[in-house]
């Protein structure tokens, strides 16, 4: 959904904003952005437990630098960086981008891996658990 808004915010020729500043007229998709990240965080840290955290923040970095680029680009008529404002929402926003990295990473990684379970462990609060190397080769359980 946010890759689907950052395309409607480029193309929309300026009728659509990413945020409001003021009494602006136009609509604004900025809760569209946030809010999926956290549906999506929430249900990741519900499901799901990340085994290789080294290999899992460094795809997690990978995708959020793509992502804040894509914004940038998109967003290029919005945002000045000769005003201070732009560099105040970019870091509100990017806590956000990346959590939504995370919880992308954590979908892609666990949801769409079908692979065998390559090992059992024993977790104190779960007990028996299947580990599995995950799509992106991050291990899980």
């Known amino acids: 959904m ?4 950052l ?6 020729d300026g009728w659509i904003h990413f945020d409001k500043r003021g009494n602006s007229i136009y609509p604004t998709v900025c809760l569209g952005a946030i809010c999926p990240v956290f549906g999506l965080g929430w249900r990741m840290l519900e499901d799901y437990m990340i085994i290789s955290t080294g290999r899992f923040m460094k795809f997690a ?11 940038l680009i998109c967003c290029r008529r919005e945002y ?7 560099y105040f929402a970019l870091l509100v926003y990017s806590f956000f981008f990346f959590g939504f990295a995370l919880a992308a ?3 892609i990684n666990c ?5 065998e379970p390559v090992q ?6 779960k ?8 799509l992106l080769g991050i291990k899980w359980y």
């Open 120 to 125: 059992e462990i024993i977790d104190n609060n």
């Open 80 to 86: 000045s960086f000769k005003e201070r404002y732009t």
């Open 61 to 71: 970095a990978l995708f959020y630098a793509v992502y804040l680029i894509l914004f």
């Open 7 to 12: 395309l409607i915010i480029n193309y929309s």
């Open 127 to 134: 007990g028996a658990v299947m580990v599995h190397n995950g």
């Open 105 to 107: 990473v954590a979908a």
């Open 111 to 115: 949801v769409f891996d079908f692979s």
């Open 2 to 5: 946010p890759f689907i808004l």
